[in-house]
């Protein structure tokens, strides 16, 4: 045991077969759990076309109404869009099952579905990938590397940071800057996304401390299947919104000449 004011030799041997072994494991676990994630995921399931076109079709009506004050759209061709998806709204032609037959309710949706399921499955699946090995390498470097002190941090902390960087050692006068094993891996743990980016690009799934902290069923559980939309009543209420939208119109085109030349001082 060394105090804070001796100097403290390491042996150059810890440092081959320590400090290098446990960065570069690190490292190349958290490469292999990128590319076992992207394994996993899942193409996503294309939808059907009806259901497309249900849904553009939603979203072209907001766009119409939402540039009516300002529309780009000359008035002829504005009123026929209009009066066309007001018309097809009200007769339902756009849903995907067809016209509604009476005011029934849209079924809930069944947790027991096998597109539901395998959702599941796969967020429980990517969690293990992230979990399992990290608490693998937590053992290997507390069970073969336990004590070893590794490194000395180049920059002054305070007694604050013992705690954090002299795991597993106990001492109270070996100065702060020095690093243990686990403590090491620890660093590493939360401090290898950089290094992560730089490799695998920005959207990388190497690092783990995010995914470490959150409940292993926290991705199964935001797969769980929400209320479905009623494309039928978003309908009718769209086609109240563009009849409201057309005594808003207005042409970005109209008197145009009129204001270019007096823009430019042109027009008496």
């Known amino acids: 045991m060394a105090t804070s004011g001796l100097s403290l030799y390491l042996d150059p041997q810890i440092r081959d077969w320590v400090l290098f072994p446990i960065t570069l494991v690190m490292i190349l676990v958290g490469i292999l759990r990128h590319y076992v994630v992207l394994l996993l995921r899942s193409s996503p399931k294309k939808l059907p076309r009806n259901a497309i076109r249900e849904q553009r079709a939603l979203l072209r009506a907001q766009i119409l109404r939402s540039t009516a004050p300002h529309s780009p ?31 029934q309710p849209l079924p809930a949706p069944n947790p027991m579905d096998p597109a539901n399921m395998d959702g599941m499955m796969a967020g429980m699946k990517t969690q293990m990938v992230m979990m399992v090995p990290q608490m693998i390498i937590m053992g290997w470097v507390n069970f073969f590397f336990s004590g070893f002190v590794l490194i000395k941090l180049p ?9 954090m960087l002299q795991r597993g050692i106990e001492t109270r006068d070996m100065d702060v800057r020095w690093v243990s094993s686990l403590s090491w891996y620890f660093l590493n743990f939360f401090g290898l996304n950089g290094l992560y980016r730089i490799i695998l690009g920005q959207d990388n799934a190497a690092d783990p401390s995010q995914d470490m902290m959150a409940s292993p069923f926290a991705a199964a559980q935001m797969q769980q299947p929400g209320p479905p939309q009623d494309f039928n009543k978003l309908f009718k209420a ?16 109209d008197d145009v000449e009129e204001r270019v030349l007096r823009r430019y001082g042109e027009f008496e």
């Open 238 to 253: 769209e086609t109240e919104n563009l009849r409201f939208a057309e005594g808003l119109y207005k042409w970005v085109g």
């Open 73 to 103: 759209v000359p008035p002829v061709y504005y009123t026929a869009v209009s009066q066309h998806l007001i018309t097809s709204f009200e007769a339902g032609a756009y849903l995907k099952d067809g016209p509604p037959k009476g005011d």
């Open 155 to 163: 920059f002054p902390l305070t007694l604050g940071f013992k705690s």
